[in-house]
């Protein structure tokens, strides 16, 4: 379940805890589709037999899947009102402490940090978040984006 915040309310909510989103499944389709989308291939991901005599004892997602699917985990904790637009303004920091296994489930936890106002009636925002793996014992990855919203 979302926060649902207005614009003008942003500010006072720096630190905030934005709770948790739903799990989603990151199933063998999907990294195929990410694979083919940027013509990653590589065994690990996408070889099913070989990956099972592999380090990880079967085929695992590429971070930066994992990476991409924090956008809609993300619009899961927090539901801005009363922007015009809305930006992925870069990262801060990224690590993949481990990976996403084929057929397992993610889901992320997030705090806002830091608001700031940006030029054009904007503000920008950091988030820490952390994507977890379902029966994981480490994150498959803590990463603070940036975002920006424009009333």
């Not at 990653?40 to 991409?68: C, M, N, R, S």
Request: proline content about 5%.
């Amino acid at each position: 379940m979302s926060l649902k915040v207005k614009f003008d309310e942003l500010k006072t909510l720096a630190g905030t805890e934005l709770g948790t989103s739903d799990w989603i499944a990151v199933d063998q389709d999907r990294i195929n589709t990410f694979a083919d989308a940027t013509d990653d291939h590589q065994w690990i991901h996408v070889d099913v037999e070989k990956a099972k005599t592999g380090p990880f004892g079967g085929t695992i997602a590429h971070g930066y899947l994992t990476l991409a699917l924090l956008i809609p985990l993300w619009t899961e904790l927090l539901d801005v009102e009363g922007v015009t637009t809305k930006v992925n303004y870069g990262l801060n920091k990224v690590r993949f402490p481990a990976p996403v296994p084929a057929g397992s489930r993610i889901r992320v936890t997030g705090k806002l940090g830091d608001v700031e106002e940006v030029p054009g009636n904007g503000l920008q925002l950091t988030a820490d978040l952390v994507i977890e793996i379902e029966n994981g014992t480490k994150p498959a990855c803590i990463a603070q984006p940036v975002f920006r919203f424009y009333a």
